[in-house]
């Protein structure tokens, strides 16, 4: 049924997005700015540069600069010895890169990203891999599910994508795909997922790629 299988990175493959909060909220402590959950989880999914968009209009005067780097600081420190992978990642992955065309789809930037998949043991399965850098439009535009298709040489019709977050499942189902949506640290609302699934493996057998 499906000639490709697409992954998000952060929050769908590695446990990346709770690293993310936890270090994002002592970054804006730093700069005096406290009851910022709200604001975080609503940046999940979203690129950096539409994120920085998000975080001075909520807060005008804060130091951009000072934030970024005490929040990426400390990001890449407590990801350094707490990366975890989420449940069925890595079996899943590997499991379906002989029978399925791989891509990998994420907002992230490249170097990030791909430093996170090499940490994770993931990169060696993926065919593809399609960042922020890539696309002139960020998810939820479809651009860069469209690019991954493209990339494969595959319908968009017969791909299948695994998402955690709205903009991500936006981006897949506007592209025309088979949305599985796994939700991390935010509730999915149905409205952009063919199937929302308890976990990547209840997603796998729900779309029958997985025994």
């Not at 019709?157 to 025309?176: H, K, N, T």
Request: aromatic fraction near 6%; proline fraction near 6%; hydrophobic fraction near 45%.
């Amino acid at each position: 049924m499906f000639d490709a299988v697409f992954f998000d990175l952060d929050g769908t493959l590695v446990d990346s997005e709770r690293l993310s909060v936890q270090t994002g909220t002592a970054a804006f402590a730093a700069q005096g700015h406290e009851g910022v959950e709200d604001l975080l989880h609503s940046l999940v999914g979203v690129d950096q540069i539409t994120s920085a968009g998000m975080i001075l209009s909520r807060f005008p005067g804060l130091d951009l600069d000072r934030l970024n780097t005490t929040w990426q600081t400390a990001f890449l420190a407590a990801q350094a010895v707490d990366l975890l992978l989420k449940p069925g990642a890595s079996d899943i992955v590997h499991g379906l890169r002989d029978r399925h065309r791989l891509a990998l789809v994420t907002s992230s930037r490249r170097d990030p990203a791909e430093a996170r998949l090499v940490q994770a043991g993931l990169r060696p399965a993926f065919h593809a891999v399609i960042t922020r850098d890539d696309v002139a439009a960020p998810k939820p535009h479809p651009e860069p599910y469209l690019l991954a298709a493209s990339r494969l040489g595959v319908d968009p019709a017969r791909c299948l994508v695994f998402e955690d977050s709205e903009p991500g499942a936006e981006a897949a189902f506007s592209a025309g795909m088979t949305v599985v949506q796994v939700p991390d640290i935010i509730p999915a609302s149905g409205r952009f997922a063919h199937h929302v699934a308890l976990s990547l493996t209840d997603g796998a057998r729900w779309a029958g790629i997985w025994d």
